[in-house]
């Protein structure tokens, strides 16, 4: 099955320094990348996704980056604010496995005022 | 529109119960996935249910079950409790199923194993 690692685990920034998260994957297969955002306490929360035939995508600060090859995707968040403060989590769907999402196991980003 | 409903948001249960957990997807969204999250093994799928079938199914032993409703809506039952089903169980909504559709999660139940 599929297996997705994410690092880092913890993240610590600057406010308006800009932040990096990556993850890779096993399964070739996978063509769907979603980024959620897990406040604390709170549900996750889709911010950004890509699909294995774009390379990139952006969403105001937010972008996602895909390396098929490499079996790479990267979250990048610019300009970051205290209320980025969250866990960010990336997954991977191949797809044929219906809704059935892989996570990675998370990134504690902290925005530091 | 309202958002994905799952009810209730806390549970205490002692060990060799059994539990059920409910979800009520977005009006309009036919598919529910079921997740497991905990601090040690992080996000983790349960099942998936799309009109009423079940579609896919996790790495979890059979104590672990599912159902969906005419409605959509979809039930999730955990039989002879164990103290490592202490959990956050997450429910998703979603229109179709395949074809990489957005899944929309809601607050979850906070399940408590004692």
């Known amino acids: 099955g599929e297996n997705v690692e994410q690092h880092p685990s913890t993240l610590s920034v600057q406010e308006g320094d800009s932040a990096v998260i990556k993850c890779t994957y096993s399964?070739?297969?996978?063509?769907?990348f979603p980024w959620y955002k897990q406040e604390l306490g709170k549900r996750p929360q889709l911010i950004i996704d890509?699909?294995?035939?774009?390379g990139e995508k952006k969403d105001q600060r937010i972008a996602v980056t895909l390396n098929k090859t490499a079996k790479h995707f990267s979250l990048h968040i610019t300009e970051t604010q205290p209320e980025d403060s969250a866990v960010y989590f990336c997954a991977a769907s191949p797809n044929n496995a219906g809704n059935m999402l892989t996570f990675g196991g998370g990134t504690r980003l902290m925005v530091k005022p | 529109k309202a958002g994905v409903t799952q009810t209730p948001r806390y549970l205490i249960k002692t060990r060799g119960q059994q539990v059920t957990l409910s979800c009520s997807p977005i009006s309009g969204h036919r598919s529910v996935s079921w997740y497991q999250q905990t601090p040690g093994q992080g996000l983790q799928f349960l099942f998936e249910?799309?009109?009423?079938?079940?579609?896919n199914k996790g790495n979890f032993p059979g104590r672990f079950s599912g159902r969906q409703f005419s409605n959509s809506r979809s039930e999730m039952n955990v039989s002879t409790l164990e103290l490592g089903d202490s959990a956050l169980y997450l429910c998703?909504?979603?229109?179709?199923?395949?074809?990489?559709?957005?899944?929309?999660f809601g607050n979850g139940t906070r399940l408590t194993v004692t």
């Open positions: 998703a909504s979603s229109t179709r199923t395949g074809g990489n559709s957005p899944l929309h």
């Open positions: 890509i699909r294995s035939n774009v």
């Open positions: 249910y799309f009109s009423e079938t079940q579609r």
């Open positions: 399964d070739s297969a996978s063509n769907y």
